[in-house]
């Protein structure tokens, strides 16, 4: 179980430097000046391809093998009392790791697809970039809800039987509320606060089980 809390913290860790680095890349590093619509999309594609495959790498596939650690870890420590609903709320954690790992090979392989495409045949390959893109943030980051979903029911069996401290469990349930919120188009925008509050519910976790040192006990002390 130790080692199962280590593997657990170390990877709620990792995924808030995912996406503290994604953050960063996409609203710091690059320059968007001068990609407008779909045309400027694939033209930033293919003017990035090497730092955003490196980008999409971490962001995706890598940050979805870690989800399903952190979820195995936060299952294994669900007391017997909510082991029917912990089953539910896991089975969820799983669905979102595989849907972020689906999400980020399908940018990977539309990204090689594409700008070879787009040398000989631009107006096909915009509107082919437009089509992968659409299903990747469908998948990946665009709605929030199965993300969401295990996140508040997470937090919320943890609050109920005393197992996470109350301001954690409670920023858990608010941050998987928001991506639940996701599904409502005028509330998309909320996909950015669930975003930076995940960074905040991921290390304050993470940090939790690499103290951790009880394996039914997940307060901060």
Known sequence: MHDLDR???LAALFLAASYIFGFGLFLGAFDWTGYAGPAGNLAFVTDHQMLLTIAMLVLYPLAGCAL?????AMHRRADRSIEGPMQIATAFGLIWAGVVIASGMVSLTGMQQI??????????????????????????????LVGGVWMAMVSWLALKQGQMSKPLAWVGIAVGMAGILTTIPALSGLVDFFGLGQIIWFVWVGVILLRSSKPSILVDS
Not at 68 to 72: G, K, N, T
Not at 122 to 130: F, G, K, V
């Open 7 to 9: 593997t657990g913290g």
């Open 68 to 72: 399903v650690a952190l979820v195995v």
């Open 115 to 144: 700008v070879p495409l787009a040398a000989e045949h631009r107006e096909t390959a915009t509107s082919a970039w437009l089509a992968i893109s659409t299903v990747q943030d469908a998948l990946g980051g665009g709605i929030e």
